[in-house]
């Protein structure tokens, strides 16, 4: 091993990997030293230094409840204005596919699970189709950037090619692949090997999309083409209201640097990210960092203090996005304590019964203390967030495909046509190349239009 990386990894706390190195042949040590020049080694052993910290929250005084818009006032304006917007190719789509879906026990990128109701479309099939529909009624190709992970690219990219990118033109897909961090062992902080000669590494969480789309050279291009704002969504919301002009409208004529739309939190304790506003920033407290004191604070009509919860959707505004990537190695990293099989210093497989290891990740909520002008508006759960995370239970592929479909009753019921009164929800599933939201349902609806269910309207 060459002096000037023993002694890097003598400082770093990575003396475990100098004692493998005997035991490994020539080929696979130099595979290592490669795969070490990209691990930021002095940061692993900050950060595992500062594993037993907990995340610095502000001063709960200083608290206060953050304004949320209803996008009902205005709307008309709003949408006609997002519309324009569209029309003008001043809007790109980014979605996020690069998590390792390991809740949902997939081995496959997530947004490959089958998701519709009836016709069992994928995630990326029923995004992709949005936006072909909403490009369609711009007549604009809107740029769709999918940020993969190692662990997703190549068969999130043969999947897209394999089914001819959706109806999608080519060139309207940019793929961009986000970095990883290694995993390091929860006691020692040495780095795992998941092979002898691979690091155990895994995606730096979905805070990786700035670094990652200022080094692929795409928001350079984007700037280029005229995009002025980026809509931001995750692959595992199948509600999403991609590109939703509304939402568009008012982030552009309240000049907002970063928007987000807000769900009404159900409980105090609900599994989503709390919008909060301190000194007039706006920030997000993940569930799991929120005090519980704080979380069951009610306000004098006995609503809960802190009640904007955080669906994942937002926009950027590109010159904001632009400056705050030259500032994404400020955003702190979380921690997520996780079991991760792996080759013990003699090269023995471990299966771990118990977290083992500490993964690193950035999340890209973190840059909303960034943004001077910021605007929150509010939608609904039961309109635009049905996530999938786990393989049974609450966020379920079973819970995804309901939400699908008491959407999609809503939408019958305002043509004024009564679903089955029966306590199971009928089956229905509303292409999205059929009508993207309520309107143009209504407007495509053939008249005494009688429903037989399971319903398909494709
Ligand atoms: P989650 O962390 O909720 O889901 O990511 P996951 O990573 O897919 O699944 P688990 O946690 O392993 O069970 C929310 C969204 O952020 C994206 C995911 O693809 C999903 O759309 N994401 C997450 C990334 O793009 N990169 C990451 O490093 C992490």
């Given at each position: 091993m060459r002096q000037v990386l023993q002694n890097k990894l003598s400082s770093t706390n990575q003396g475990e990997i100098i004692s493998r190195w005997e035991k490994l042949s020539l080929p696979e040590q130099n595979l290592i030293e490669k795969q070490l020049e990209s691990v930021d080694l002095e940061?692993?052993?900050?950060?595992?230094?500062?594993?037993?910290?907990?995340?610095?929250?502000?001063?709960?005084?200083?608290?206060?409840?953050?304004?949320?818009?209803?996008?009902?006032?205005?709307?008309?304006?709003?949408?006609?204005?997002?519309?324009?917007?569209?029309?003008?190719?001043?809007?790109?789509?980014?979605?996020?596919?690069?998590?390792?879906?390991?809740?949902?026990?997939?081995?496959?990128?997530?947004?490959?699970?089958?998701?519709?109701?009836?016709?069992?479309?994928?995630?990326?099939?029923?995004?992709?189709?949005?936006?072909?529909?909403?490009?369609?009624?711009?007549?604009?190709?809107?740029?769709?950037?999918?940020?993969?992970?190692p662990a997703t690219h190549e068969q999130t990219l043969e999947f897209f090619h394999a089914q001819r990118f959706f109806g999608l033109k080519r060139d309207q897909v940019f793929f961009f692949t986000q970095g990883t961090m290694p995993a390091v062992d929860i006691n020692t902080g040495a780095i795992l090997f998941e092979e002898p000669s691979k690091i155990f590494t895994s995606p730096d969480g979905h805070g990786g999309t700035l670094t990652a789309l200022k080094n692929s050279g795409l928001l350079e291009n984007l700037k280029v083409k005229g995009i002025r704002h980026i809509f931001f969504f995750q692959v595992d919301n199948p509600l999403v209201q991609i590109a939703d002009p509304v939402f568009i409208g008012h982030h552009i004529s309240q000049k907002s640097q970063l928007s987000s739309k807000v769900i009404p939190k159900e409980s105090p304790t609900d599994?989503?990210?709390?919008?909060?506003?301190?000194?007039?920033?706006?920030?997000?407290?993940?569930?799991?960092?929120?005090?519980?004191?704080?979380?069951?604070?009610?306000?004098?009509?006995?609503?809960?203090?802190?009640?904007?919860?955080?669906?994942?959707?937002?926009?950027?505004?590109?010159?904001?996005?632009?400056?705050?990537?030259?500032?994404?190695?400020?955003?702190?990293?979380?921690?997520?304590?996780?079991?991760?099989?792996?080759?013990?210093?003699?090269?023995?497989?471990?299966?771990?019964?118990?977290?083992?290891?500490?993964?690193?990740?950035?999340?890209?909520?973190?840059?909303?203390?960034?943004?001077?002008?910021?605007?929150?508006?509010?939608?609904?759960?039961?309109?635009?967030?049905?996530?999938?995370?786990?393989?049974?239970?609450e966020d379920s592929p079973e819970t995804a495909k309901l939400a699908q479909c008491k959407l999609f009753t809503k939408w019958l019921e305002k043509a004024g046509i009564t679903c089955p009164n029966d306590a199971n929800t009928p089956e229905i599933e509303i292409c999205p190349l059929f009508a993207i939201d309520t309107e143009e349902f209504l407007q495509r609806l053939p008249k005494n239009f009688n429903p037989k269910y399971p319903l398909l309207m494709e």
């Open positions: 940061l692993v052993a900050s950060l595992y230094q500062k594993r037993n910290q907990t995340i610095s929250l502000p001063d709960i005084r200083k608290i206060e409840t953050v304004p949320v818009l209803n996008p009902s006032s205005n709307s008309i304006e709003a949408k006609m204005e997002g519309l324009r917007s569209l029309e003008q190719g001043e809007v790109a789509i980014l979605m996020v596919a690069g998590g390792q879906g390991s809740r949902l026990g997939t081995m496959q990128p997530k947004g490959m699970w089958p998701i519709t109701p009836i016709t069992q479309k994928s995630l990326f099939q029923l995004h992709s189709e949005k936006i072909l529909a909403i490009s369609r009624k711009v007549n604009r190709d809107i740029p769709f950037l999918i940020m993969t992970s599994k989503l990210g709390n919008f909060i506003q301190v000194n007039g920033r706006c920030q997000i407290i993940e569930y799991s960092d929120l005090p519980l004191e704080l979380a069951n604070r009610k306000k004098p009509d006995n609503t809960l203090f802190i009640s904007a919860g955080n669906p994942a959707i937002h926009l950027f505004d590109i010159e904001f996005l632009d400056d705050i990537c030259l500032n994404a190695k400020a955003l702190p990293f979380h921690l997520a304590r996780k079991k991760v099989p792996y080759l013990d210093s003699n090269l023995k497989r471990v299966i771990p019964e118990k977290e083992n290891a500490l993964k690193f990740e950035r999340f890209i909520f973190d840059i909303f203390p960034f943004a001077e002008k910021w605007l929150l508006v509010s939608t609904s759960k039961e309109e635009e967030f049905a996530p999938l995370k786990n393989a049974t239970g």
